[in-house]
């Protein structure tokens, strides 16, 4: 039982660091139906800033988010703006090609830039841990967990109680309504693409302080984060949260009693399931296409 209680809740706080990096996917879906593939390369460059502001700086990888939401949230804006924007109303598969051409561009410049050395990021709490009745609580990755949370809580917040968020949720509704009542749609769609990256960007620099970082990280985490948007409907930011804790357990208990291995093939095969039984996602609240 008590196995079982540790599993449980490695599951549910990985789960929350997989909430907060794909709701920034599920986010920029759901506004601008674009897939973006080098989703995991802004968790990335979230994960070397704070690993450049704590080794070069001695700044502790907590206090490192807000440059990592600011610089992620500039770059976001930028390339959507620049770049993205000309291929928003394009076939699907126009933006797939783009936004992979970015992966491979932002990724082999990492490699150029910084090497393929596996880096870590090891503080002075990094194995500091709590004792509840047997079961082991990491302070770390409970404070990721609780930042994570929060996160995704105030995005649903700020997209359903403030004036930009009603915006952009009219843009994801319907862009020519949108337009009609004076919405500047390419401005929001910079908007939303900004705010998705930052809050990546964040969740890459929480991941940093107990995962290995690389340069060629970043596929992996765009894979997984498109598994976990399925899973809790594409385009609905909730869902994200839900889809990220069901998986995380899924993963720490299929490790635990079974193969680690086995973990990242059940990822696929709950992946396949959702799209054939349930496509809109557990709560049948995503976008279908």
Known sequence: ?????????????????YAAYSAGFSLIFGVMGVV?????????????????????????????????IVFLFIFGYMVQRLIINRVVESPPMISYILTFGIHLIV???????????????????????????????????????????????????FLYRSEMGRAIRATAQDKEIARLKGVNIHHIYAVTFGIGAAITGMA??????????????????????????????????PGALWGGLILGVIQSVTATYLNAGLSGALTFILLFVMLIVRPAGIAGKGIIE
Request: with cysteine.
């Open 1 to 17: 039982m008590l196995l079982f209680l540790q599993s449980l809740l490695n599951g549910l706080l990985l789960g929350g660091i």
């Open 204 to 237: 890459g620099s929480l991941i940093s302080t107990y995962f290995i970082i690389f340069p060629q990280m970043g596929l992996p985490y765009t894979i997984l984060a498109f598994c976990i948007v399925v899973l809790g409907g594409m385009g609905y930011v």
């Open 107 to 157: 990724a082999y410049s990492a490699l150029w830039a910084w090497t393929a050395d596996f880096r870590t990021v090891t503080t002075s709490y990094s194995g500091v841990n709590a004792n509840v009745y047997g079961v082991i609580i990491p302070y770390a990755r409970l404070a990721t967990f609780g930042i994570a949370l929060c996160v995704v809580m105030g995005l649903y917040l």
């Open 36 to 68: 973006n593939l080098f989703h995991g390369e802004m968790v990335m460059l979230g994960a070397f800033i704070t690993y450049f502001g704590f080794t070069l700086f001695g700044i502790d990888p907590f206090l490192t988010l807000p440059f990592s």
